[in-house]
Structure formats: structure tokens, C-alpha cells
């Protein structure tokens, strides 16, 4: 009996360890990625592989975006490795084509290895292109976010966004002292 209660406590621990980081205390931009990476993990436990095997992460717990025929957006977030806060990013994003409306969704970017993070945390950009339908916490998109070394994860949608667009996405990462 023990050693199953000992292997159901171990299994149920499981699915936390990889967010083992604690956001600085006061820090209310670290507590809401916090809050917001068990979001993602909650809904989606698929993503635990992602947070095992990442060398790190980027955490945006509010992201925003509107437009009519051009279109911008942008946010705030952390960058996590191992069990600490690393650094702050903050991302902006222009975009032209047929779009109308605005939605504010989080994200969370897997960096697999050292060589990922290092071009993230350089600043280099990504084109995009996307198309998305959301009205509230209704709708979906495709958002081509997945290359070799980086997976990118969107969630919840909330707004009314319409569009068909390309634009230029930027990062800018800061390293914490």
C-alpha cells in the first residue's frame, strides 16, 4: 500500500517540475507568467514534454493586438531557464493586410537549446504570416511558430479579431542583474 501511495505522489508531482521557478516576490509581471505557464500546462498537459526538454522559455502572459488594414500589437514577459527568471522580453508586431478588430491572447516560446536562446535573446525577428477568426474565447488561427529549435504556443483568445495578414514580429530580451 505504501508504495503505491508513494508512486501516486510522485506521478501527481510530476506534471509541476518543470515549473519548479518562483517569481521574485512584488514582481506582478514574474507572478502572472507563473500563473499563466500552469494555465497552459493545465489545459494543455501535452505540454509538459515541451517544458521537460526546453533549454529555456519566454513566458508573455498578456499579449495585444488590433488593426484595420494595418495593424500592431505587443506585450510584455519573462524568460525563464532552469528554476529562475533569466531575463524580461517584450515583443511588438506589425502587420499589414485584411484584418479589422483586436485581441489580447497569452504565449509561451520553447527555446530547445542553447543556440534558440541566444538568437532570441539577440533580438533577431520572424516574418509571419497568419490568419485567424476569434470573438471571445471562440474562434482559432494558424500561426506558422514552429521551427526546428523553437515551438511557439498561443492561448485564449479574447477580443474580435478578423484577418489575413503579414507583418514582422520583434523581440527585444533584457537580462536581469
Same mark, same amino acid.
Given at each position: 500500500?505504501?508504495?503505491?501511495l508513494?508512486? $501516486?505522489?510522485?506521478?501527481?508531482?510530476?506534471?509541476?517540475?518543470?515549473?519548479?521557478?518562483?517569481?521574485?516576490?512584488?514582481?506582478a509581471?514574474?507572478?502572472?507568467?507563473?500563473?499563466?505557464?500552469?494555465?497552459?500546462?493545465?489545459?494543455?498537459?501535452?505540454?509538459?514534454?515541451?517544458?521537460?526538454?526546453?533549454?529555456?522559455?519566454?513566458?508573455?502572459?498578456?499579449?495585444?493586438?488590433?488593426?484595420?488594414?494595418?495593424?500592431?500589437?505587443?506585450?510584455?514577459?519573462?524568460?525563464?531557464?532552469?528554476?529562475?527568471?533569466? +531575463?524580461? $522580453?517584450?515583443?511588438?508586431?506589425?502587420?499589414?493586410? $485584411?484584418?479589422?478588430?483586436?485581441?489580447v491572447?497569452?504565449?509561451?516560446?520553447?527555446?530547445?537549446?542553447?543556440?534558440?536562446?541566444?538568437?532570441?535573446?539577440?533580438?533577431?525577428?520572424?516574418?509571419? +504570416?497568419?490568419?485567424?477568426?476569434?470573438?471571445?474565447?471562440?474562434? +482559432?488561427?494558424?500561426?506558422?511558430?514552429?521551427a526546428?529549435?523553437?515551438?511557439?504556443?498561443?492561448?485564449g483568445?479574447? +477580443?474580435?479579431?478578423?484577418?489575413?495578414?503579414?507583418?514582422?514580429?520583434?523581440?527585444r530580451?533584457?537580462?536581469?542583474?
Open positions: 500500500m505504501k508504495t503505491w508513494l508512486l $501516486a505522489a510522485l506521478l501527481s508531482a510530476a506534471p509541476c517540475a518543470a515549473l519548479d521557478w518562483q517569481p521574485a516576490p512584488g514582481d509581471l514574474q507572478r502572472a507568467a507563473k500563473a499563466t505557464a500552469e494555465a497552459f500546462l493545465s489545459e494543455r498537459p501535452a505540454l509538459q514534454r515541451y517544458f521537460d526538454e526546453a533549454h529555456a522559455y519566454a513566458i508573455f502572459p498578456r499579449l495585444f493586438r488590433a488593426g484595420f488594414l494595418f495593424g500592431g500589437g505587443g506585450g510584455r514577459g519573462v524568460v525563464v531557464q532552469g528554476d529562475r527568471v533569466i +531575463g524580461e $522580453a517584450s515583443q511588438w508586431q506589425l502587420t499589414i493586410g $485584411a484584418q479589422l478588430g483586436g485581441q491572447h497569452a504565449q509561451i516560446i520553447f527555446f530547445r537549446d542553447a543556440a534558440a536562446l541566444a538568437a532570441f535573446q539577440a533580438g533577431r525577428a520572424e516574418f509571419i +504570416g497568419q490568419t485567424s477568426v476569434a470573438a471571445g474565447p471562440f474562434g +482559432g488561427g494558424v500561426v506558422p511558430g514552429y526546428p529549435a523553437v515551438a511557439i504556443f498561443n492561448r483568445p479574447a +477580443g474580435l479579431m478578423l484577418e489575413a495578414s503579414a507583418g514582422r514580429v520583434a523581440y530580451y533584457r537580462p536581469l542583474d
